[in-house]
């Protein structure tokens, strides 16, 4: 049982370029979320997903697509890579929402966007 | 908008020291309350998930209270150890803020042997 993982690890993006980050989950969990975290502004949430097909908005979320076609994969794109998305994304997944369930949360994938 | 705050930032300590963390957050309508440990360059690991109907949670030497009425939680860590050194972060899921956990910034734990 891997929980929550993440890939890449690390990577880093000239200004304008796309890529997609990819989070899985082997807990047949029905939530899943994108976070990111910045020094001085604390975890803060782009995009989250209630089921496979759905996607929704959260705090931060310009800039950033996701897309959820399996239940155990949820996708974050950056479709135009900015300096200001030099970040921390955390993906994260729990049962059902987080009203009554934890939230469990992969190892980070850093980005440097230059 | 729900604001999370944690005292204090950092703190030192010998190893063997009972130690306190406080969280405290502006809006008191939650679902619940998660504490968190974060190692530097790691993920998040969920410690203790204490519901709004809920007063405590215990997982062995840790202790997690929760206030509603004044906004105010507390992360109690017994028989400090240096494998104890993290940052530990709480966050709350509001009422009417759908799925999303609102963070604190975080203390920064450092246990000394």
């Known amino acids: 049982n891997a929980g929550v993982t993440q890939t890449p690890k690390f990577r880093v993006l000239k200004t304008g370029q796309s890529m997609t980050l990819l989070c899985a989950q082997d807990?047949?969990?029905?939530?899943m979320y994108w976070y990111r975290q910045d020094p001085g502004m604390g975890l803060r949430l782009i995009h989250y997903?209630?089921?496979?097909?759905?996607?929704a908005k959260g705090e931060v979320p310009d800039g950033y697509n996701v897309s959820r076609l399996k239940k155990q994969n949820f996708l974050l794109g950056l479709e135009s890579a900015a300096p200001s998305q030099t970040s921390v994304y955390f993906c994260a997944s729990s049962y059902q929402g987080s009203y009554s369930y934890e939230q469990y949360f992969g190892p980070g994938t850093r980005l440097t966007v230059t | 908008k729900q604001e999370v705050t944690q005292i204090p930032a950092a703190l030192s300590v010998p190893e063997g020291e009972n130690l306190v963390l406080n969280c405290s957050f502006t809006d008191s309508a939650i679902y619940n309350l998660q504490w968190f440990r974060q190692d530097p360059g790691k993920g998040l690991t969920s410690l203790l998930l204490?519901?709004?109907?809920?007063r405590e949670q215990t997982s062995g030497r840790l202790n997690a209270s929760l206030d509603k009425s004044s906004g105010r939680s507390t992360l109690y860590i017994a028989a400090s150890q240096p494998g104890d050194s993290a940052t530990y972060l709480c966050?709350?899921?509001?009422?009417?803020?759908?799925?999303?956990?609102?963070f604190g910034g975080g203390t920064r734990l450092m246990v000394k042997p």
């Open positions: 807990m047949n969990h029905e939530y």
């Open positions: 997903s209630v089921g496979e097909g759905t996607t």
């Open positions: 204490i519901q709004s109907s809920q």
């Open positions: 966050a709350v899921n509001g009422v009417g803020a759908g799925n999303m956990l609102t």
